[in-house]
């Protein structure tokens, strides 16, 4: 059975008996380099797919031509009439891994043709070995660590997914597939790869194998029956050149069956899960045998269906709805609505009810079985009016507090026009905040997954534990920069946000609104739920997957490949082609989102439903390679009158920023005067901000023994970036207003947001999510501890309303721009713990001489005098008390949402928690009782613990001992 030396192990189990050794072999291998030749394959050692003494034909393939190859022999020498033909390969490459040490097989891994659309490879006039059915091997590497490769030959289909180099090892589905009993059209094998798409499908060689006779397929459909099908499965068959064909159950039961021209089937409706066995004797007296199992599942107690044909009524109207049940196995049903409960009447488990809510009601049905099993199902009906706000969320990625033209910073109640608004140029950002409130003391958290799941769940990061960004293939901890040799991450949720959550979307999905998501997602990783937007809630979701930034923002790239392609935006692809002007334009990423979700809005109008549109835009995240074809590159230079800091230059990477902020800026404005044309705009709140602290390509040069990621003018006046301790890290602009200001409409007259207005509290990114259902009379459900506040009365001019002023922020991570910290802040003062300082264990930073081994691990600031973050207070005698009580403050936040801490390394092993230490401050009575804190907190983790006495409150005193 040597042509079975390639096929997989599964396989082998199924085609025991099916070979030949009278089998006929073609090997056909791509040569494109310069040391892999066809002397070098006669001078290399054999290997495990290229054996001693084989006939292997060769062929270079030319790019973006018909290369042909006739007379192509056996692996035993024969002649035969076969040719093959590479016909127009976009690519054609060697990967360099053979050498002259390596065997045959690297030979025949290191060249390869890639194909795609219609470029194919046919092989033609096979041996009549070959008339009627091969198997055909195709191995594949492309020299990557990331592609898949899909291969269709006469309408079979199979995958390599590419994930490492040849190492030596030939692993089915890695980098070769297998395709057995192929049909052969008139002589003819045809071979395609990837879409057009997409990325090319590398072959590197090829081995067609004459077929014996045997088993060619033996399926079972449905694979897997219930408790109670009458139906059953389908077992079906079919052979080649086969005589006698028998069926029996893996324990031995034989069961009569009738085979027709090679074909069978019988329906099987067993009453456990069965193994079932096909033996089939060839002609020529060989035998094959396959196998498939049935599985049987048992019905549990189950809701099978329990839905309303309505999830919106309007008040007033008398407006009714059905609810319809189907259980099975349930020997009770209850049906409650907010709580209470309402008579029903069933019939086999299934029945119909008419309700007329007048609230937003919540209807529950519980199946209750024999055993006593429960099993619930909710829906809501709401009772939504006619002008029900529509909701706009407009999300940027990575933009600064900065990156605008309209001011954010303000000194003695006036706005400061810095370099960086005169700088950018936002119209429709200023149009907003002209029409709406402007918040100045915004934040989010440090990068993007973690503030995008606050968002969507009300929650502070420290809490739903996405503590960093996700990954775009796999879970993993993301030390970005490089891991330290002491100190790592906790098991944070890698895997993204958990999915007990109850998402924001979710809740308004049930609610009766159309929730829409055009844009970047970056929730979870790609093997998890929540990678795909749609399970969060989203009825729609266009471009969102589990990258944190594009391939590239082109058209004419497809939007990138690989990995970061954005999907779902075939439409706007240009590759291959030259577009003009004006469809680079219209085709640029931000650009198409933005017709994306117009599309998508008027639809929900036109089907007279509210919506929530999550507009998240790629822009202005990395890569900045490629302006905005949207925005004016040329006028980007430093205004008059002013400069950036010393040492930042106006460089094209910076231009390039600049034009994608003007093109986000514009998709704000179309989208505003969309809403008008579409009658919409004066009930659809827009609420404007970024995901993270701003990361534009401005750069300080770096002196004075401080290190590049601690003296950067991105956000300037701010100090840091994105990701930073520093208020440039988490600050970001918001602002909030309605679409068009319409004093008239029912909604503005009950939020008139104040126009042209500006509010300095602290407000958070997890803020939103009560704040919409508040404004929509939602509720947060019940299960849902959220950690934002309802800041709609901001919207409604309260000025006696103010949130609670305080914040903390938790990052127990490496990253290039930040290492393992904590902040808290309350009021105008910043506290910052820096868990490297406390657990020093080397010097980071000797090539500019910036030492960590030794520093004080806390710092203070005065954000109202000190906005840039430059004087640091933390050991100034004066403001102890301060740092001791913030201190205590942030530890005890972190406690009460269980948050995660750093870990301890020692000799690659975890040793210990890198807990928060209180301040070595000795003599600090913050209660002035007469006791040090250090005294009452004697363990100094800033925690109450038994036996302790509260350092900030006098009245507890711990019991002094000799």
Request: net charge negative; proline share 6%.
């Amino acid at each position: 059975m040597k042509f079975l030396r390639g096929i997989s192990a599964t396989l082998l189990l199924f085609l025991a008996g099916t070979g030949s050794l009278n089998a006929e072999e073609i090997g056909i291998g791509v040569l494109n380099g310069t040391v892999a030749t066809e002397a070098a394959f006669l001078n290399a050692q054999p290997g495990t797919l290229a054996q001693e003494g084989e006939t292997w034909n060769f062929i270079t393939p030319t790019t973006a031509a018909k290369t042909s190859a006739t007379g192509l022999k056996t692996v035993r020498g024969t002649a035969t009439q076969a040719s093959i033909s590479f016909n127009n390969p976009g690519y054609c490459f060697s990967n360099g891994t053979f050498a002259a040490d390596k065997n045959r097989d690297y030979l025949l891994m290191d060249s390869w043709a890639g194909i795609r659309g219609t470029e194919n490879v046919v092989i033609s006039q096979l041996p009549d070995s070959m008339a009627e059915y091969c198997h055909v091997e195709i191995y594949g590497d492309c020299n990557t660590t990331d592609r898949d490769m899909l291969y269709t030959v006469n309408g079979m289909v199979k995958t390599i997914q590419d994930r490492e180099n040849f190492s030596g090892t030939f692993n089915e589905g890695a980098n070769k597939v297998t395709l057995r009993y192929v049909p052969v059209v008139n002589g003819v094998i045809t071979i395609t790869g990837n879409g057009a798409d997409s990325t090319r499908s590398a072959i590197n060689a090829v081995r067609l194998i004459s077929p014996a006779p045997g088993i060619i397929s033996f399926t079972a459909t449905p694979p897997e029956i219930m408790e109670g099908s009458a139906a059953g499965a389908e077992l079906s068959w079919k052979t080649w050149k086969c005589g006698e064909v028998t069926l029996s159950t893996k324990d031995g039961e034989n069961i009569p069956v009738t085979t027709e021209n090679g074909t069978g089937a019988i329906t099987v409706n067993p009453e456990q899960t069965t193994t079932y066995v096909l033996n089939a004797r060839g002609e020529d007296g060989t035998k094959s045998t396959a196998e498939v199992t049935v599985t049987f599942k048992k019905q549990e107690p189950e809701i099978l269906v329990f839905e309303s044909d309505k999830k919106r009524v309007v008040p007033g109207a008398d407006e009714e709805a059905t609810l319809t049940w189907s259980t099975v196995k349930a020997q009770n049903l209850e049906l409650t609505a907010n709580g209470k409960n309402i008579a029903i009447t069933s019939e086999n488990g299934a029945g119909t009810l008419r309700v007329k809510p007048t609230e937003t009601t919540l209807y529950t049905l519980t199946l209750i079985a024999g055993d006593g099993t429960e099993k619930s199902k909710s829906l809501i009906i709401s009772v939504l009016a006619e002008n029900t706000p529509n909701v706009l969320v407009f999300l940027v990625d990575d933009m600064g507090w900065q990156d605008t033209s309209v001011p954010f910073y303000y000194q003695n109640g006036q706005p400061v026009k810095t370099a960086l608004n005169n700088f950018y140029k936002t119209p429709s950002m200023e149009r907003l905040a002209a029409q709406g409130l402007k918040f100045t003391n915004a934040y989010s958290c440090p990068v993007c997954s973690p503030g995008r799941t606050s968002l969507m769940t009300g929650k502070n990061s420290a809490r739903h534990r996405v503590t960093n960004w996700t990954n775009a293939t796999s879970a993993t901890l993301n030390e970005s920069g490089g891991a330290l040799p002491h100190i790592q991450a906790p098991q944070w949720n890698m895997g993204g946000m958990d999915e007990t959550e109850s998402p924001l979307p979710r809740v308004l999905q049930n609610a009766g609104y159309r929730t829409i998501t055009v844009g970047k997602a970056h929730f979870a990783p790609p093997s998890r739920l929540f990678s795909n937007p749609i399970h969060l809630g989203f009825d729609v979701n266009i471009a969102g997957s589990s990258i944190g930034q594009p391939g590239s923002y082109r058209s004419q790239d497809n939007f990138g490949s690989g990995t970061y392609h954005v999907p779902d935006l075939e439409e706007y692809h240009t590759q291959g082609t030259s577009p003009t002007n004006e469809k680079q334009k219209q085709n640029f990423l931000t650009n198409a989102l933005t017709q994306e979700m117009k599309k998508q809005i008027k639809r929900a109008v036109d089907d007279h439903v509210p919506f929530f549109a999550y507009m998240t835009h790629y822009a202005v995240h990395q890569p900045h390679g490629n302006p905005d074809p949207n925005g004016d590159y040329d006028t980007y230079t430093v205004p008059n009158g002013s400069a950036f800091e010393s040492g930042v230059q106006v460089n094209a990477s910076l231009r390039t920023f600049a034009t994608l902020i003007e093109g986000m800026d514009k998709s704000l404005g179309d989208l505003m005067d969309y809403l008008k044309e579409l009658g919409v705009a004066d009930k659809t709140l827009v609420i404007f901000l970024s995901d993270n602290g701003g990361d534009a390509p401005i750069q300080q040069n770096y002196s004075q023994n401080i290190p590049m990621i601690e003296k950067v003018s991105a956000v300037a006046p701010l100090r840091g970036r994105k990701c930073s301790r520093y208020e440039g890290g988490t600050r970001v602009p918001m602002i909030v207003g309605w679409a068009e200001v319409a004093p008239e409409s029912p909604i503005q007259q009950e939020y008139p947001i104040p126009q042209n207005a500006v509010n300095h509290d602290i407000v958070a990114m997890w803020d939103i999510y009560p704040t919409i259902l508040s404004m929509l009379k939602l509720k947060v459900p019940v299960e849902q501890k959220v950690d934002g506040e309802d800041i709609s009365p901001y919207f409604k001019g309260d000025a006696s309303f103010h949130r609670t002023q305080k914040i903390y922020h938790h990052y127990p991570h490496h990253h290039a721009y930040a290492n393992f910290y904590s902040t808290y802040r309350q009021g105008d003062w910043k506290v910052i713990y820096n868990y490297i300082d406390q657990y020093a264990n080397t010097d980071l930073w000797t090539s500019n001489g910036y030492k960590t081994a030794g520093r004080f691990p806390w710092q203070l600031f005065n954000l109202k005098d000190d906005i840039s973050e430059s004087n640091d207070l933390a050991q100034d005698p004066a403001h102890q008390v301060r740092l001791m009580r913030m201190a205590r403050a942030l530890i005890r936040e972190l406690n009460q949402v269980d948050a995660q801490y750093p870990v301890l390394k020692k000799d690659g092993k975890i040793i210990a928690t890198a807990y928060i230490r209180m301040p070595d401050l000795p003599d600090v009575d913050s209660d002035g009782d007469g006791v040090p804190d250090l005294i009452e907190d004697a363990n100094g983790n800033g925690l109450i613990d038994p036996g302790e006495t509260d350092p900030d409150d006098p009245s507890s005193v711990v019991p002094l001992q000799e």
